[in-house]
């Protein structure tokens, strides 16, 4: 089947897309931190909140549409490419792959939840400490690490294919 870009360029813009992503999810805390120390009635909130919308709109959604769309394609171009039995097909995806949608579904949902939070500090409520998220600004990362360890480890079938070559 012939795509009209390569799955190299694909997966390049994929990864492009992610570090772009999980980039802003690691900005957005650290300004929710800094509104957070703010005295409510301070001017300094206005520019800040202002650049929260801007990190938003220019490149968390951008972004994550890219990721999610690259992401989608390279599984249909790597793991479904013969659709004769998809049922057949889908249950031999690799448990890694499942485990890597699992967290980028968790990552999403964190986006989201970023998102509730500024409307709400735009909004003037502060139901979080300045520490909550500063704490908060990492775990992106570190989700990301395990990501990206499973997509290019992909451990579990590796280890399930040398057990039963050894076999």
Do not use: C
Request: hydrophobic fraction near 55%; charge should be positive; avoid cysteine.
């Amino acid at each position: 089947m012939q795509h009209l870009i390569s799955y190299d360029l694909a997966r390049g813009l994929h990864i492009i897309a992610v570090i772009a992503w999980v980039s802003g999810m690691l900005m957005l805390p650290r300004f929710y931190a800094s509104i957070t120390a703010l005295p409510a009635d301070d001017r300094a909130n206005d520019a800040l909140l202002r650049s929260v919308q801007q990190i938003h709109t220019l490149i968390l959604v951008p972004s994550m549409l890219l990721a999610w769309s690259f992401g989608i394609f390279l599984f249909f171009a790597y793991f479904a490419s013969d659709w004769d039995a998809p049922l057949e097909r889908l249950a031999s995806v690799p448990a890694w792959f499942w485990a890597k949608l699992g967290l980028v579904l968790g990552l999403s949902a964190y986006h989201g939840m970023l998102v509730l939070a500024g409307r709400r500090l735009a909004a003037g409520e502060r139901r979080h400490t300045e520490a909550f998220w500063r704490t908060m600004s990492v775990l992106p990362f570190f989700v990301a690490v395990v990501i990206v360890l499973l997509a290019t480890l992909e451990p579990v079938s590796s280890n399930l294919a040398r057990l039963l070559s050894s076999s």
